[in-house]
Nanobody, 125 residues
Framework: QVQLVESGGGLVQPGGSLRLSCAASGRTFSSNAIGWFRQAPGQERECVASVSAIVQNTNYAESVKGRFAISRENAKNTVFLQMNSLKPEDTAVYYC??????????????????WGQGTQVTVSS
């Protein structure tokens, strides 16, 4: 079992930056792939970034490549999402998610078994 708690969301102006954190509990965290997803009102939940366990391979949505960076510190059971050059279209609730006993990072929502409660990110002037 893995429990996830996101933090770091808020209101930021276009062009600004935010760093989201996902704190995880559970002894198997280091062997779980982690994904960051977002969901805007009326839209599907989409994966913006994911990172594998062990070798830390990463995947990014095309819309955030070059602007967002995912990283993990297994010793602290934490995954981060650094978001730079934010745009109004990045406004959404951001969720972190973990795969159960699977180290491979994927982008499919159904691949992830544990979810946090989400943190709101609003990009507006």
């Amino acid at each position: 079992q893995v429990q996830l708690v996101e933090s770091g969301g808020g209101l930021v102006q276009p062009g600004g930056s935010l760093r989201l954190s996902c704190a995880a509990s559970g002894r198997t965290f280091s062997s779980n792939a982690i994904g960051w997803f977002r969901q805007a009102p009326g839209q599907e939940r989409e994966c913006v970034a994911s990172v594998s366990a062990i070798v830390q391979n990463t995947n990014y949505a095309e819309s955030v490549k070059g602007r967002f960076a995912i990283s993990r510190e297994n010793a602290k059971n934490t995954v981060f999402l650094q978001m730079n050059s934010l745009k109004p279209e990045d406004t959404a609730v951001y969720y972190c998610a973990a795969r159960s006993n699977n180290w491979r990072a994927t982008t499919g929502r159904d691949d992830y078994d544990f979810w946090g409660q989400g943190t709101q990110v609003t990009v507006s002037s």
